[in-house]
């Protein structure tokens, strides 16, 4: 009689795992014996593969100094560090973006809408920094671009709030102030978290005169982001508008803490210390943006306007000569120059620019330079003469001219 094989019991199992794990063991350690490189941890990957892992880490540490860089608003060092990455690495979505953004800190809007333009060649899909586009396109005047980057972006992807921004960028360039702001609602709807909407509607409400709305937009941005320092610029200018010059400065101020590199923040601060009657301190620091952007017009014509006012007529007439060469199709410049020869009893110079003024905007509505200028600027005796006087055509309200111009910021 046959009996079935033995059926070893549970000792005799783990016995024989125990003895091939021993065994595979032991094959392993000779291995190892055989070829002692594969004991140093650093010899484990070929030398190939170790140059390529630091090849990838050295990109990622100059991407990451550059994002480093145009977070902290040290814009020409972001600028300096991404055109020096590989052009395999530059000629991509994400770096050209950023490096377009870049230049749109910087108000040179010509570089930033070429860079962008070449983002929605190579990587039609992308939405990230569209926004940022649009408002380029905004300072442009460039409403063919923006209107058709509206349509594709919104045609795209609905869901998101940098299609609803160009599209509320598109219709405030055509001064559909209230559709705009409905284009600006949708994008905080879709996305509560994202603080340039709440900025842009902002702007809008400014525009429209609605400055409690305003205010509550440019909060509700802070406190999404506190760094967002164009919110903090919005507050300090609704401020300004309000003569609450104070709490202007104190704004203007925190939003120059956060990005100490724009000329535009310095100008408007220049501009409020010049209204609390800060003149020197107003000059000191409109010569501080100056500096860092020399070609700046709206600080130029801020210069000029104060040396103005100081009666410091030879200094304010060569920076308005100055400044006619950056921007000769200005009106207020030659409406300024105007004055300043009226001052210095030129009256056949003053009415040739007065004439030219009102030849290159007899309506007041096409200017260049965007800017407040506001009758601080004149002495009291100058006042009721600008009111009665026909070039006060140029002024858009009793206390706020609009200065235009492609570097200054109502939508920072």
């Given at each position: 009689?046959?009996?079935?094989?033995?059926i070893?019991n549970r000792?005799?199992k783990?016995?024989s795992?125990?003895?091939?794990n021993?065994?595979?063991?032991?094959?392993s350690?000779d291995?190892?014996r055989?070829d002692?490189?594969?004991?140093?941890p650093?010899?484990?990957i070929?030398?190939?593969?170790?140059?390529?892992?630091d090849?990838?880490?050295a990109?990622l540490?100059e991407?990451?100094?550059?994002?480093q860089?145009?977070?902290?608003?040290?814009c020409?060092e972001?600028?300096?560090?991404?055109t020096?990455?590989p052009?395999?690495?530059?000629?991509?979505?994400w770096?050209?973006?950023?490096?377009g953004?870049?230049?749109?800190?910087l108000?040179e809007?010509m570089q930033?809408e070429r860079?962008?333009?070449?983002?929605r060649?190579i990587?039609?899909?992308?939405?990230e920094?569209?926004a940022i586009y649009s408002?380029?396109?905004?300072?442009?005047?460039?409403?063919?671009?923006?209107s058709?980057?509206a349509?594709?972006?919104?045609?795209?992807d609905?869901n998101?709030?940098e299609a609803?921004?160009v599209?509320?960028?598109?219709?405030?360039?055509?001064?559909?102030?209230?559709i705009a702001?409905?284009?600006?609602q949708r994008?905080i709807q879709v996305?509560?978290g994202?603080?340039y909407a709440?900025?842009?509607l902002g702007?809008?409400f400014?525009?429209t005169?609605?400055l409690?709305?305003a205010l509550?937009?440019?909060r509700?941005a802070?406190?999404v982001?506190?760094r967002?320092?164009?919110?903090?610029?919005?507050l300090?200018?609704?401020?300004?508008k309000?003569?609450k010059f104070n709490l202007a400065?104190?704004h203007?101020?925190?939003?120059?803490s956060?990005?100490p590199?724009s000329?535009?923040?310095l100008?408007?601060?220049?501009?409020v210390?010049?209204?609390l009657k800060?003149s020197d301190?107003?000059?000191e620091t409109i010569?501080r943006?100056?500096g860092?952007d020399?070609?700046?017009p709206l600080?130029?014509?801020?210069?000029?306007s104060?040396l103005?006012?100081?009666d410091k007529y030879?200094?304010a007439?060569?920076?308005l000569e100055?400044?006619?060469?950056?921007v000769?199709k200005?009106?207020?410049v030659?409406f300024?120059?105007?004055k300043v020869?009226?001052?210095l009893g030129q009256?056949?110079?003053a009415l040739?620019?007065?004439?030219w003024?009102?030849d290159?905007?007899?309506k007041?509505?096409?200017?260049?330079?965007?800017?407040?200028?506001d009758k601080?600027?004149l002495?009291?005796?100058e006042?009721a003469?600008v009111?009665?006087?026909?070039d006060?055509?140029f002024m858009?309200?009793?206390?706020?001219?609009?200065?235009h111009?492609p570097d200054?910021?109502?939508?920072?």
């Amino acid at each position: 009689m046959k009996f079935p094989t033995k059926i070893p019991n549970r000792k005799t199992k783990c016995k024989s795992a125990k003895t091939a794990n021993s065994s595979n063991l032991n094959e392993s350690l000779d291995i190892l014996r055989l070829d002692p490189s594969l004991n140093l941890p650093d010899a484990r990957i070929p030398q190939y593969q170790r140059a390529a892992a630091d090849s990838v880490m050295a990109l990622l540490r100059e991407l990451g100094r550059g994002y480093q860089a145009l977070c902290s608003y040290s814009c020409r060092e972001a600028i300096n560090i991404l055109t020096s990455l590989p052009p395999q690495h530059y000629n991509t979505g994400w770096v050209l973006t950023h490096v377009g953004c870049a230049y749109f800190e910087l108000a040179e809007y010509m570089q930033a809408e070429r860079l962008f333009s070449e983002v929605r060649r190579i990587e039609s899909y992308r939405v990230e920094g569209m926004a940022i586009y649009s408002t380029t396109l905004w300072h442009l005047q460039k409403d063919v671009a923006l209107s058709a980057l509206a349509k594709d972006l919104t045609d795209m992807d609905k869901n998101c709030p940098e299609a609803w921004c160009v599209a509320g960028n598109c219709f405030s360039l055509q001064r559909e102030h209230d559709i705009a702001i409905k284009f600006f609602q949708r994008a905080i709807q879709v996305d509560p978290g994202f603080a340039y909407a709440y900025t842009l509607l902002g702007h809008e409400f400014v525009l429209t005169e609605e400055l409690d709305r305003a205010l509550a937009c440019f909060r509700n941005a802070i406190r999404v982001n506190n760094r967002h320092y164009n919110a903090w610029y919005g507050l300090g200018m609704i401020y300004y508008k309000q003569e609450k010059f104070n709490l202007a400065e104190i704004h203007f101020k925190k939003a120059l803490s956060i990005n100490p590199q724009s000329s535009v923040l310095l100008c408007h601060i220049g501009v409020v210390q010049h209204a609390l009657k800060k003149s020197d301190a107003a000059l000191e620091t409109i010569n501080r943006a100056i500096g860092i952007d020399p070609k700046n017009p709206l600080c130029k014509f801020h210069r000029a306007s104060i040396l103005f006012a100081n009666d410091k007529y030879k200094a304010a007439l060569q920076e308005l000569e100055e400044l006619k060469q950056i921007v000769p199709k200005e009106s207020l410049v030659y409406f300024l120059i105007g004055k300043v020869y009226k001052k210095l009893g030129q009256t056949h110079l003053a009415l040739m620019n007065f004439s030219w003024a009102m030849d290159l905007d007899p309506k007041g509505a096409n200017n260049q330079i965007k800017e407040a200028i506001d009758k601080r600027y004149l002495p009291e005796d100058e006042v009721a003469e600008v009111d009665d006087s026909q070039d006060s055509s140029f002024m858009t309200d009793a206390d706020d001219t609009q200065l235009h111009t492609p570097d200054s910021d109502d939508v920072l």
